[in-house]
């Protein structure tokens, strides 16, 4: 059989960058961005699939040795009933370039070393896909409805077409939440 899908994006942003008496970087981005996407699977059922994402990130950086992040990203899925909508995930993260401390450049030597810089993060992450695969239930704040079922009545061999309820509606389910936790060394030799 055939299929097709396609997903449409849209993605707004505003940045400012801005270097300060030589030591003190600033970055700031604010980030819109609209998802639908539409694939005619059996499990899509050719229902579209909407998310509406907003973030902001800033970034300082002290003489190219100190950086420190914050992010914030602001997430709405149709998914979810009106109350639990929205998700909002923060994350922050810090950073020391040794590659550019006096002390690193004084003693090691510098021909094999170009850059070396630690940095942690942390942030909570959401995720609006309950179940796996082909098993993603969507709008889980409604109860489903599964037609084409056949029934008999008392002993009689004869069937009948119907409807039942499947799944129960649970309008209290939200975003699945992740806490991330990261260490990591950047090093160019």
Known sequence: GQSS????????????????????????????????????????????????????RATYTFDNRY???????????????????????????????LSEEKFFKD???????????????YGIVGN???????????FIYNETVVAGNSYNFGTSTQTYAGTRLGDWANPNVGWEEAHKFNVGVDLSL
């Open 5 to 56: 899908y396609y997903k449409f994006n849209t993605q707004l942003s505003l940045n400012y960058d801005r270097l300060f008496n030589e030591k003190h970087d600033v970055h700031v981005m604010v980030l819109g961005q609209l998802d639908n996407s539409v694939s005619n699977s059996a499990a899509s059922l050719y229902l579209p699939y909407n998310m509406l994402y907003m973030s902001a």
């Open 67 to 97: 950086t420190a992040e914050v992010n914030v990203g602001i997430n709405g899925s149709e998914q979810f009933s009106k109350e639990n909508r929205w998700g909002i995930f923060p994350a922050v993260s810090v950073g020391w370039t």
């Open 107 to 121: 003693n090691i030597d510098r021909k094999w070393i170009d850059f070396f810089k630690i940095r942690a993060s």
């Open 128 to 138: 609006d896909r309950i179940g796996t695969g082909d098993n993603v239930r969507r």
